[in-house]
């Protein structure tokens, strides 16, 4: 047991060295596009943001709809600044900055620079936290539309996924699972991910992840396979995600695991079935933490800037319960950040529908109540799924407060587990 827990490990540590090599190269090569039609295509769609401003609602002020256009400005002024040294661009991520913005101004950058043709001069901001692994699909598809034309086809993709997971959901569940999976997604919002691409990636992943388990499954069963899948989706996630409600891609994905999984879930000894959901969750933050380590670091030996200390001084002030002066220099606790992540779920049409969701599972426990039955197992099982936001929150504070309007989307992992609990058939 102790050797094969070592191979495993040692797997892992392969696994992810290798996706960071591999990040690594990728992002390089997207840094080595010519960034002329990127910039004429981002030209083009500057008009839309100097419209719709840094957080516009496609909806009145519903916080599902909110369009996080201040992190799509960001995007696409890394993917259309000019690149002069490769190795600094890629691992250090420059863009415009002037010298009177604020943090809140990226919007006004973007357009001051396309529309308006303002000189930003020797002025540049770095942003290396993050792998910025979106630009290696964002760049290649900017050399060829305009954002309004990306935002269309980003709702095409989106919408074959959901389609394509739903199918396999209903032909391998029935109704109810399917329905309750739906709602998860509308939980998400999936007009505003198709609007917004920083809100999409996660989304993307969530969905891809989904229709994987559903066809592969068996393969999965094998060996450790199931670990290093976990393994690998923490890795994607942080690769291309800008930490806007990245734990959801394994809540959902672990909640589709145990129903194709049920008899191995629901018949193990509650001591197992914690060893199980523990080893995908430490993987699945194997994964995700060390990839992310894998870019400040080579940050720092490739480039020469201390990205590594500054990452980790971000890391701390992102799960402390303090706010900083720009953002409101106050403290607050964490069950303020769940207040404030449950008020941004429950705004807006959402309460009404997850009501009727209430008042129909309320029916089918009447209906079927001779049959309502759960081994220690089960409750343990959904238990652990229910609770992984909480989890989340409580480890970044800072940022679950702040951001509440995206981070509201891991509780889609609540909503999904608790649902899926009731609705589970049961032997």
């Known amino acids: 047991m102790g050797l094969s827990m070592h191979i495993t490990f040692r797997n892992m540590v ?8 591999i990040g690594a190269i990728l992002i390089t090569a ?15 769609s500057a008009k839309i943001y100097e419209f719709e401003k ?51 101004m990226t ?48 709702f095409y993709a989106q919408f074959f996924l959901m389609l394509t997971a739903l199918f396999l959901f209903y032909k391998r569940f029935g109704r109810n699972l399917t329905l309750a999976f739906a709602l998860t ?23 891809l992840s989904t229709i994987f388990i559903l066809r592969r499954n068996e393969f999965l069963l094998r060996g450790e396979n ?45 001591k197992n079935i914690l060893i199980k959901l523990s080893s995908y969750l430490f993987a699945w933050g194997f994964g995700y933490g060390g990839m992310w380590a894998g870019k400040w670091t080579l940050a720092t030996i490739l480039t020469g800037e201390n990205v590594l200390m500054s990452a980790l001084n971000n890391a701390i002030y992102r799960t402390s319960t303090t706010l900083s002066a720009a953002e409101g220099d106050s403290t607050f606790t964490f069950l303020d950040v769940l207040a404030r992540n449950f008020s941004s ?30 081994t220690l197992s089960m409750v343990l099982t959904f238990s652990f799924i229910i609770l992984l936001p909480f989890l989340w929150y409580a480890v970044l504070k800072n940022h679950s407060y702040v951001h509440d309007f995206m981070t509201y989307r891991n509780l889609a992992v609540t909503i999904f587990g608790a649902m899926s609990f009731f609705l589970v058939r049961r032997e």
């Open 14 to 21: 392969g696994i992810l060295a290798a996706s960071i090599c």
């Open 30 to 44: 997207a840094y080595s596009l010519p960034t002329t039609r990127i910039y004429h295509n981002v030209d083009r």
């Open 54 to 104: 840094h957080a516009p609602f496609w909806a009145g002020g519903v916080i599902h709809t909110r369009i996080d256009n201040f992190t799509d400005a960001i995007m696409l002024m890394k993917a259309a600044y000019p690149v002069e040294d490769l190795i600094r661009s890629a691992f250090l991520n420059p863009s415009w900055k002037f010298i009177d913005d604020t943090p809140d």
């Open 107 to 154: 919007v006004n950058t973007l357009v001051d620079v396309m529309k308006y043709e303002r000189q930003a001069d020797e002025n540049v901001w770095y942003y290396p936290l993050y792998w910025h692994g979106y630009l290696i699909i964002l760049k290649p598809a900017l050399m060829i539309s305009p954002v309004h034309d990306l935002r269309v086809l980003n």
């Open 185 to 207: 997604l509308l939980t998400i919002n999936p007009i505003t991910t198709a609007i917004n691409f920083q809100m999409s990636d996660i989304f993307c992943i969530i969905l």
């Open 226 to 270: 199931y670990l290093y899948f976990f393994l690998i989706l923490g890795i994607v996630t942080v690769y291309f995600d800008f930490l806007t409600y990245p734990f959801a891609t394994f809540g959902i994905s672990l909640c589709v695991c145990v129903l194709m999984n049920q008899k191995n879930f629901f018949t193990s000894t509650p």
């Open 345 to 374: 779920l429950m705004r807006g049409p959402l309460p009404i529908i997850l009501g009727i969701l209430l008042i129909y599972l309320l029916y089918l426990i009447i209906r079927r109540k001779k049959k309502f039955s759960a």
